[in-house]
Structure formats: C-alpha cells, structure tokens
C-alpha cells in the first residue's frame, strides 16, 4: 500500500474548547495530504452548545461532519466517531492539539510498513512559558522513553497522537468506555491490543503540538484524576491476565525525578523535579481514592 493511498477518518473529541478547536481545525487545513484522502469528525461529548457554527465553518476546506452523542466521556466520544468513520485508518487527536502539517504524511508513511500496528506520534508542549502544562508534557517525555525505548515494540501511547487501522480496532471493542475521565483508557487500549497479540510502534516523525494551559489547582487535578485512572486500569489488567497488580519498580519513580536535570533544562530542572514529585502525590491520592471507593461499592 503507497503511503498516498491511505484514507484517514480523524477523530477529535471535543467539550466547551471552541476556541482551541478553532486552533485544531485550522491545522488541519494546512495539512500535507490530499483532501481527498482524509476526514474529519468531531464528537461534541454532550456538551448542550454543540460548535456546530464552527465545524461547518470548515466544510469548504475539510471533509468534515458534527457527532453530538450524550455526554459519555472521551473514550465513548472516540468510540461515537469512529463508528462513523469511512477510514481504512483511524488517527486520533485532541481539540487542544494542533497536528503538524506532516501528520498524515508520516502516519501513512509508516502504516506502509507495517499497516497492521497501532502507531503512535510524538506531542510537543505548545505552552512553553507555562510549568505546568511544560512538566506534564515532560512527564508524558519520560513514559515515552520507558515504554517505549524500542521503537517498533512500544508499549504506551497518549491518545492525542495515536492512529490505528479501523478493523483491528473495533475487533478489539474500540476504547472502554467506562472510562469516563481523561484518564488511562488510553493506556487501557494499549494494554489490551498487546494482550491481543498485536504490536505497537513509534512513529516520531508524525508531530502534534498540545496547548493544554494548567495552573497548580487543575495540574493537581489532572494527576489525581490520572491516578483514579491508573486504579481501574490496573484492577482491569490483573482481572485480563489473571495475575496480581502490578505497579512500576521504585526505580521508575526515581529516574522520573531525575528526568529534568536530563533535559537540558536549566535553571527549570529543580522546579520541574518538584513538579513531577507534586504529580506523583497527586496520583496515589486519586490511586488510593478509586481503590477504596471501589472496594466501598
């Protein structure tokens, strides 16, 4: 299959960002990739002012269409566009991510090679005077550099850059929509299509930038919701392979905080480091929460 032969259905789930999503759609226009080949769907999760003046704001320069399901979370709203896709691929970002104008072309270039892999790209922060959003992209830095150190064996992707052909995808059930937070379901699908015996790869040429703003009360937030995240995602782990939880060796979190001073980063290093150190904490409370608030229901 050449490259320039691939069609993809690009799914964005979207809630009350118009502005960002402004900012997503107009990358898209200015996307290498013949119009012909490509599709957008956004999915209003439920919002009650579906963008829909927006969205079709765009119809003379994209291929483009509104979904409008009940608010479900993230994971249902990906699920609602891909049903509807007329992709062979299926490439997943967010309405707080603006795609390079490469995306697509490095996607194809690499499903050439091996079509049947679920495939991740490289996020950049686009807010590098802020912290906070500055020290979660670095932390997503580090889980990239963990996970998936080999290249064509990775093991973890985030799901503002990450593409898949739509039959292996929905064979598997798509993303679990019970996860109703931006928070592990997008590990959870990784963990699973590995368990299906498929394989991930990375692709880093395939760029999007993300202008995710954060001051320290939603850095805190994010954190604990990925820690009530991590929760579900490692009961539902054990419960598929029949083993006990497993979390990551007391190596893993020491070399997260040495991880700036790794960077390059200057004077930041210390500020990242503690920034890192506050979203581990943030983390095990939200871990420790959803554990007791599971074991109460």
Known sequence: MAPESSFFSIVIPTFKRSQRLTVCLQALTRLNYPRDRFEVIVVDDGSGSPP?????????RLDIKLLTPPHAGPAAARNAGAAEAKGSF?????????????????????FAATPDHLVGGQTLNALADNPFSTTSQLLVSYLYSYYNSDPNSARFFAS??????AAPFHAIG??????TLAASEDRELCDRWLYHGQRMSYAPAAVVYHAHALTLRSYWR?????GCGAAQFHAARAQRS?????????????????YPFTQ????????????????????????????????RS
């Open 264 to 295: 390059r980063s200057g004077w930041r290093a210390p500020l990242q480091s503690l920034l890192l150190l506050t979203s581990q904490v943030a983390s095990a409370l939200g871990y420790f929460w959803e554990r007791a608030s599971r074991q």
């Open 242 to 258: 029949q083993q006990g939880i497993k979390l990551e060796p007391p190596a893993f979190y020491i070399n997260l905080l040495c």
């Open 52 to 60: 829909a003046d927006l969205v079709y704001s765009y119809d003379d």
């Open 160 to 165: 503002n850059n990450l593409a898949v052909a």
């Open 174 to 179: 798509g993303f679990d929509t019970t996860y």
């Open 90 to 110: 299926l490439a997943f970002t967010d309405d707080d991510c603006a795609p390079d104008s490469g995306w697509l072309q490095a996607l194809a270039a690499h």
């Open 222 to 226: 994010q954190h604990f919701n990925y």
